[in-house]
């Protein structure tokens, strides 16, 4: 299998150097002074604005060969979005940070690995349009081009509606075999499955599940002066805080340890797959607006939210999968049927008494934006039988707790404290 191209820099700093990396380099784009050669390399993307019509064009790099310069592209709508989905490739630099013309139809851009061996590009448009995507092959020294084209809807057209291929579409899903364009794909991310006897008499180990919030092409919420984003460091986190929960009585599994890209309704299904006896999702967050609110906070599931920054909190995270153009599928009925489940009190109560034990710690250590368990409808949470909290570590967007996300030694004493909060819950309550 190809190499991911991601060319690491000589580090020869220290190991907190290396971490400090880890968390800041936003991976899949390539080495900004090098890469001329590079196969699959996007060495350029222009926006630009005609009339009407609004250009998107990635220019690949010389070396970049029919193999590399495989895709697929569809619609999505509510909101209007384009997907283009490639095989391995790398960015020189993020499209997110790439200027868009104010007034045209694209509004965002960003790309990221979906799954192994897939790159996804998502393009949200101002309004639905007529779209068309398509490639110009090399010439005159530069490599192929592809181009999207927006185009602003005439009187009595219809927008252009590309659906999405069948196995894109049933998210949480392995995908199908060899979709038309895209040949060889690697196999797909098998999420570990832990086969043992749910609820049959004394068992030997606790499994705790820590879901590392985003993921791929979903890079989550992203600093302004650090460039810190939630995905790198939800990654470390978890990590860290397996380091220190795992024992011999105590099996920690991750829904992800890898940039990757994980639909929302998959991170449950694995806990409740692996017979978990707790879920931990760790998240931090920005504010849109409010550079002041900060602090910590623990969520349990409700239909009804708390406060207002719960339920907008709520929102933005389980807006995820629409960030990352996942095509949702029967997914109202699903949630219909976790909803009825969800009155099972057993795991609501467990759900309390965990998210109060990780509050206790939080409080004892750091700031924390309210000293009570707050509510909100996070989708991540709807496990029936699998008591889950959700862990904001903190604001982003507040100065002074990015500056102390960012610090390797603040990190570890969060996992430190964390990982208090989840041992004394396995102590108290979980009878094994
Ligand atoms: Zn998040």
Redesign the pocket.
């Known amino acids: 299998m190809k190499n991911l191209l991601i060319r690491w820099p000589v580090l020869v700093g220290c190991v907190m150097a290396i971490v400090a990396f880890a968390v800041f380099v936003p991976p899949l784009v390539g080495n900004s002074n090098d890469g001329r050669d590079e196969p699959g390399l996007v060495e350029d993307l222009r926006v630009g604005k005609d009339g009407d019509r609004t250009r998107i064009v990635l220019q690949f790099s010389e070396a970049t060969t029919e193999k590399e310069f495989q895709f697929r592209w569809f619609t999505l709508p509510e909101p209007a979005r384009v997907v283009v989905d490639f095989k391995d490739i790398t960015f020189k630099n993020s499209p997110n940070l790439v200027k868009l013309p104010p007034d045209g139809l694209a509004k965002g851009m960003r790309a990221g690995r979906f799954r192994p061996g897939t790159v996804r590009m998502v393009l949200d448009q101002t309004k639905a349009g007529r779209v068309n995507v398509f490639a110009i092959p090399p010439r005159g020294g530069q490599g192929p081009r592809l181009v999207i084209d927006l185009v602003e809807l005439k009187k009595g057209q219809k927008p252009t509606n590309v659906p999405p291929p069948e196995d894109v579409v049933d998210e949480g899903k392995a995908p199908a075999v060899s979709p038309r364009r895209i040949e060889d794909e690697p196999a797909p991310v098998v999420p570990p499955v832990v086969t043992r006897d749910v609820g049959t008499g004394p068992r030997d180990r606790v499994v705790v599940v820590l879901d590392a919030?985003?993921g791929g092409v979903d890079p989550?919420?992203c600093s302004k002066i650090a460039k810190l984003c939630?995905k790198g460091l939800?990654l470390e986190m978890v990590k860290l805080v397996r380091e220190r929960l795992r024992s011999d009585k105590i099996e920690v599994i991750l829904t992800r340890d890898s940039d990757v890209f994980i639909p929302l309704p998959e991170r449950p299904r694995i806990a409740q797959r692996a017979g978990a006896d707790l879920f931990v999702?760790l998240?931090?967050?920005i504010h849109p607006t409010k550079r002041d609110v900060k602090g910590a906070t623990v969520y349990m599931v409700s239909e009804k939210a708390s406060d207002r920054e719960a339920a907008r909190?709520a929102s933005?995270?389980n807006d995820?999968d629409v960030m990352a153009g996942v095509a949702l599928a029967n997914e109202s009925k699903e949630v219909q049927n976790i909803l009825i489940s969800l009155v099972q009190r057993d795991t609501l109560n467990s759900s309390t008494y965990l998210a109060r034990s990780v509050l206790k710690e939080l409080g004892n250590f750091t700031e924390v934006r309210k000293h009570d368990v707050l509510y909100a409808g996070f989708r991540v949470l709807k496990s029936p039988d699998v008591p889950s909290i959700l862990v904001?570590m903190g604001y982003l967007s507040n100065p002074a707790e990015e500056r102390k996300l960012g610090d390797a030694g603040y990190r570890k004493q969060l996992a430190d404290t964390i990982a208090k909060g989840i041992r004394n819950y396995v102590q108290n309550h979980v009878h094994y």
């Open positions: 919030g985003h989550g919420a939630e939800t999702s998240h931090a967050d909190l933005a995270e995820r904001e």
